[in-house]
């Protein structure tokens, strides 16, 4: 049973970098789409953005100057990076896996982290 | 890129039919097969339900349908049950490479 699991920092200072991890268990990730997503609270989901292991990413256009996806196939991670962090940034921050034949979406997904920005 | 439309309820009794509408435009819904539907209970992370417009992922009970018309995706439950109760969340690929949300739907069991 594919797994994951993200880890990172709960409270970041405003204007600072917001660095997330998410961890794959149970299965690889190369040669799969690789989400995160986020979601404020009481609110809806925000596509970030996706990167695909072999090749490509993309973003969100609001997010797209501040964002990073970036994978470590050797310790199956990928992680996001977010910089010049405001208060609208506070959110619950999931990542997500997709599968073999179910396209642009995903399917496995992390219990998600709380990230509050807050000095 | 705005979020896909939504209503922000929906609701009715147990045993009784459903359809939950997304909204689009020809960039997102209306231009490619790749719709999604998601349903996330409080507390807990989405699950996907519904994937490429009308396609149920293993495990997912046959009274959950989906389907499309032009710009607008549809979420069908056949049969609610209690445990139906949750948020519902559509999205698409989109002709920029990236992917949108609806904004959620609300679904009360009466």
């Known amino acids: 049973q594919v797994q994951l699991q993200e880890s990172g920092p709960g409270l970041v200072k405003p204007s600072e970098t917001l660095s997330l991890t998410c961890s794959v268990s149970?299965?690889?990730?190369?040669?799969?789409?690789l989400y995160w997503i986020r979601q404020p609270a009481g609110k809806g989901l925000e596509y970030i953005g996706r990167?695909?292991?072999?090749?490509?990413?993309s973003y969100n256009p609001s997010l797209k100057s501040r964002v990073t996806i970036s994978v470590d196939t050797s310790k199956n991670q990928f992680s996001l990076k977010l910089t010049s962090m405001t208060v609208a940034d506070t959110a619950v921050y999931f990542c997500?896996?997709?599968?073999?034949?179910?396209?642009?979406?995903?399917?496995?997904w992390g219990q998600g982290i709380m990230v509050t920005v807050s000095s | 890129q705005s979020a896909l439309t939504q209503p922000a309820s929906v609701s009715g009794p147990p045993g009784q039919s459903i359809t939950i509408s997304c909204t689009g435009t020809?960039?997102?819904?209306?231009?490619?097969?790749?719709v999604s539907w998601y349903q996330q209970h409080p507390g807990k992370a989405p699950k996907l339900m519904i994937y490429?417009?009308?396609n149920r992922p293993s495990g997912v009970p046959g009274r959950f349908s989906g389907s499309k018309s032009g710009n607008t995706a549809s979420l069908t439950i056949s049969g609610l049950q209690a445990e139906d109760e949750a948020d519902y969340y559509c999205?698409?690929?989109?002709?920029?490479?990236?992917?949108?949300f609806g904004g959620g739907t609300k679904v009360t069991v009466l």
């Open positions: 490429e417009v009308s």
């Open positions: 149970g299965g690889s990730i190369s040669g799969y789409y």
């Open positions: 990167l695909y292991t072999s090749g490509g990413s």
């Open positions: 997500a896996r997709d599968d073999v034949g179910i396209g642009a979406s995903g399917v496995y």
């Open positions: 020809s960039s997102d819904v209306g231009g490619y097969n790749y």
């Open positions: 999205s698409s690929f989109t002709s920029s490479n990236t992917m949108i």
